[in-house]
């Protein structure tokens, strides 16, 4: 699976979108983007997927650069609660199971 | 729909002791897949199982072993346990074994070696 880069930290206002970036320069053809968050002591959450097609869930959107090569993940309006630990995964999707590789993540600090 | 669920939740052993932690997957979920976490290496794959076969292993010793009953339940083992296996065990379902599908991680069982 390609490699991701990711900010190690970052800081967003309550109310205002949140927008964390991801780069995965080596991605290939088949390989998704997908996103999970990590709240403090609790199992990952998955937020969304995409391929190719910018995408929207009730819970964040999906930027993915025409290249393929970066993508960003939106939080339209951030709350306090959206502070955690977010995951840029990209992964190859075949037949051959669900492995996920996790880097280390942006930590995402919202603040009142 | 309940989610997944990890038991136990917390876990004290010793050094040289085995372990074996638990995981039921959501209703009608056949992949189960279990992750370690810790501080200084982060979140990292262990195994995953399909419809009771293994599919796939991360780079972990042998200590580590699981298995996956007919009902889709899991459960993993950790054999002579060292100090650096105190981790959070996390494990993760997903309805199918293939495709861009999401997975459903279960709150995590937490070890502590001593």
């Known amino acids: 699976d390609a490699k991701t880069t990711q900010p190690t930290s970052m800081d967003c206002a309550e109310g205002r979108a949140a927008n964390l970036p991801c780069n995965h320069s080596?991605?290939?053809?088949?390989?998704?983007v997908y996103w999970y968050r990590q709240i403090h002591s609790q199992g990952p959450q998955y937020i969304i997927h995409?391929?190719?097609n910018n995408e929207t869930n009730e819970m964040a959107s999906l930027i993915i650069t025409e290249d393929r090569k970066s993508s960003t993940l939106i939080l339209p309006h951030a709350t306090l609660r959206d502070t955690a630990v977010y995951y840029c995964?990209?992964?190859?999707?075949?037949?051959?199971?669900?492995?996920?590789?996790f880097g280390g993540g942006t930590r995402l600090m919202v603040k009142p | 729909k309940a989610g997944v669920t990890q038991t136990p939740r917390y876990l004290i052993k010793t050094r040289g002791q085995q372990v074996t932690l638990s995981c039921s997957p959501i209703?009608?979920?056949?992949?189960v897949s279990w992750y370690q976490q810790t501080p200084g290496q982060g979140l990292q794959f262990l195994f995953e199982?399909?419809?009771?076969?293994?599919?796939n292993k991360g780079n972990f010793p042998g200590r580590f072993s699981g298995r996956q009953f007919s009902n889709s339940r899991s459960e993993m083992n950790v054999s002579t346990l060292e100090l650096g296996d105190s981790a959070l065990y996390l494990c993760?379902?997903?309805?199918?074994?293939?495709?861009?599908?999401?997975?459903?991680f279960g709150p995590g069982t937490r070890l502590t070696v001593l």
């Open positions: 199982y399909f419809s009771e076969t293994q599919r």
């Open positions: 995964i990209v992964r190859y999707v075949n037949n051959a199971g669900n492995m996920l590789t």
């Open positions: 993760a379902s997903s309805l199918m074994g293939q495709g861009p599908n999401e997975q459903f």
């Open positions: 995409g391929l190719k």
């Open positions: 080596t991605i290939s053809g088949n390989e998704y």
């Open positions: 209703s009608g979920h056949r992949s």
